[in-house]
């Protein structure tokens, strides 16, 4: 990328970010990406638990597709 492309890109990215707002002081960068949290993976453990059979649960895909 030459630096006038490279230019012209940051410019048109800034212009395109300008209305989102920033990371609060404080907030977790992780706020809205669950796969990376440890609630979420406490919250699917506790719901396989109470729900084996469900659709996309490990007992399901045991049964649906037999151990693979």
């Known amino acids: 990328m030459t630096p006038q492309q490279e230019t012209n890109f940051e410019r048109k990215a800034e212009q395109h970010f ?7 002081p404080g907030r977790d960068f992780r706020w ?3 796969h990376l949290r440890d609630e979420d993976n406490e919250f699917r453990s506790r719901y396989d638990e109470t729900f084996p ?3 996309g649960s490990p007992g399901w895909f045991e049964k ?3 151990g693979i």
């Open 32 to 34: 809205n990406v669950f």
């Open 18 to 24: 300008q209305g989102h707002r920033g990371l609060l």
């Open 53 to 55: 059979d469900a659709p």
């Open 64 to 66: 649906k597709f037999g």
